[in-house]
């Protein structure tokens, strides 16, 4: 059953985009005669209630990384890749108690100015110029590859000549609403968005589960995956299985991954920018609990149609083992997802899912770029180039930062060729400078003898402490890699800080009181809710 793009496709995608692009544009219009300012560019006027945060915050960070890279790691790895999403459903939680409190009672527009407020501001233009080169170089360009890739292997049937243009199509329908309406565009849109993908991949998700299925029902479906690739369902990976060096048995739950975890949603400005937006401290910790349930749902999205791929793949059914061979031998495992999608989804439910992919990418592309001009236009040209821009210089600045940065990451996005499984190849490079900066910030919020010479020696030393394990002759798993540099760093902070402080506590620690970190009943009850699902899925799946 190999049903091509249709002409039912073409319309629900085209309607799609109208859609998206025109809601856009009507959230974020201003009053004849108003002008937008920075707050309404950037924080969407502080206006952004609990479901619009929570909704945003999903659709930023699930993308063809995820659809596309995660779905191929399940292939590869199995539910085990799961993990950076389970455990993200409990990060989240911690995020919202422990650092939304002092970011929102600050003030704050970027994450960058956290660390001029604590530290100064040399430190907050390194870090500036560091968030700006990886959403420009990392992840706008993987993220750009990956959908351009999955939308030429579902639309072209894979022959690699419309990668170039879905590329630019991709980056001018992000432009198109995100350049123009700022963050309210993004964040409102996002709601759909979220919608779309999560229908759309259940979509995907339910006809692989109903053609793998001897029955041709969705629990036969899952019955049968489950018992033909039972090595599939650990989450915790022994140190016999080749993929131990990715995910690294219990270490994943007590070491590295908290590293990529609370450096990804506390101190990522393209996430917690929705967090800054909220009406008020309690919608935003209640927005970041919602976001902790649908993350408990996303590997039914995106894990397990790898692992019905892989079922596939191993059975040869439908002849899927030539499908995923390279030349070389060597296995596409990112082939997973547009394979199920291009293979089995029938013409018409195809546009559907492929408007839900194209969800996934836009929302975060348009994420990235608002991000990306938040931090250029706030950190960078107010303080440096013109102290004394009005709302309108700055909102302009923003959009020609959108412009240059799609420009740029359009020009590179090419070049990354073929990597076996992204979605881990960008965990472990940003892994290399992520550890550093979490010491960094988490020392700067929790301890207050911290100082600035300790956090620019942290920041400083981090990195050549990250390559020297890297490259050690010692095969260390990358999560452990991470752990291991975030806790050196963490010493590096507390040595250089007490040795050359003249104060007992930094004049610029954060007082903390108790009564910042007391939550709502709503949140409450949600992180009690989250824990209880974590602890029943680790134990089925242990």
Same mark, same amino acid.
């Given at each position: 059953m190999n049903s091509h793009f249709g002409t039912a496709d073409y319309i629900i995608f085209i309607l799609y985009s109208v859609v998206i692009i025109a809601m856009g544009l009507y959230v974020s219009r201003t009053k004849k005669g108003e002008e937008k300012t920075a707050d309404d560019y950037f924080l969407a006027g502080k206006t952004l209630p609990w479901w619009v945060i929570g909704a945003s915050l999903i659709a930023a960070n699930i993308s063809a990384e995820q659809f596309i890279g995660m779905s191929g790691s399940g292939f590869a790895v199995g539910l085990a890749i799961a993990s950076y999403e389970w455990m993200s459903a409990l990060t989240l939680i911690i995020v919202g108690k422990y650092f939304l409190p002092v970011f929102i009672n600050q003030g704050l527009y970027t994450i960058p100015e956290f660390v001029e407020k604590r530290f100064n501001t040399s430190l907050k233009t390194i870090l500036a110029v560091f968030w700006i080169s990886l959403f420009i170089f990392v992840n706008l360009t993987s993220v750009l590859y990956l959908g351009a890739k999955a939308m030429d292997t579902i639309v072209a049937q894979g022959n690699g000549d419309t990668i170039i243009p879905f590329m630019i199509g991709l980056a001018l329908f992000a432009a198109a609403y995100s350049l123009w309406g700022g *963050?309210?565009?993004?964040a409102w849109t996002d709601v759909l968005q979220v919608t779309l993908l999560v229908i759309g991949g259940l979509v995907t998700t339910v006809i692989a589960l109903q053609h793998v299925s001897p029955e041709g029902s969705i629990l036969g479906g899952f019955a049968y995956i489950y018992h033909a690739a039972p090595e599939k369902f650990h989450m915790i990976l022994k140190s016999s299985n080749p993929e131990f060096k990715n995910l690294p048995g219990i270490a994943v739950l007590i070491g590295g991954l908290w590293v990529a975890n609370l450096y990804y949603w506390g101190f990522n400005q393209y996430i917690i920018q929705r967090a800054l937006a909220a009406k008020s401290l309690r919608e935003a910790q209640k927005g970041l609990a919602f976001a902790g349930f649908l993350k408990l749902i996303i590997p039914l999205l995106v894990v397990i149609p790898g692992i019905i791929a892989f079922v596939m793949f191993s059975h040869n059914i439908d002849s899927a083992h030539a499908d995923f061979l390279l030349g070389n031998g060597a296995i596409n495992y990112d082939k997973a997802y547009p394979w199920l999608i291009e293979k089995f989804v029938p013409v018409g439910l195809k546009g559907l899912v492929v408007a839900a992919l194209s969800a996934a990418i836009v929302s975060s592309l348009a994420s990235m770029l608002n991000s990306t001009s938040t931090i250029f236009t706030m950190d960078i040209y107010k303080p440096y180039i013109n102290k004394k821009a009005g709302n309108k210089a700055l909102v302009t600045v923003g959009r020609l930062t959108v412009l240059v940065a799609l420009i740029i990451a359009v020009s590179l996005a090419n070049t990354l060729g073929s990597i076996p499984q992204m979605f881990q190849f960008i965990q472990? %490079?940003?892994? *290399?400078?992520?550890?550093? /900066? +979490? @010491?960094?910030?988490?020392?700067? =919020?929790?301890?207050?003898? &911290?100082?600035?010479?300790? @956090?620019?020696?942290?920041? =400083?030393?981090?990195?050549?402490?990250?390559?020297? *394990?890297?490259? +050690?002759p010692i095969d260390m798993p990358f999560l452990n890699q991470m752990l291991y540099t975030f806790l050196i760093t963490v010493v590096i902070i507390m040595g250089v800080s007490l040795s050359t402080s003249e104060y007992d506590d930094d004049p610029k620690g954060i007082p =903390? =009181?108790?009564?910042? #970190?007391? &939550?709502?009943? @709503? #949140?409450?009850?949600?992180?009690? /809710? !989250?824990? /209880? /699902? +974590?602890? !029943? *899925? %680790?134990?089925? #799946?242990?």
């Open positions: *963050l309210s565009s993004v472990e %490079y940003t892994g *290399l400078v992520s550890p550093g /900066i +979490l @010491a960094v910030f988490l020392m700067g =919020l929790f301890w207050k003898k &911290t100082n600035t010479k300790g @956090a620019v020696a942290g920041v =400083l030393l981090s990195i050549p402490v990250a390559l020297a *394990l890297k490259f +050690l =903390l =009181l108790k009564k910042n #970190f007391e &939550t709502g009943k @709503a #949140f409450n009850v949600s992180a009690y /809710i !989250i824990m /209880i /699902i +974590l602890v !029943i *899925l %680790y134990s089925v #799946f242990w």
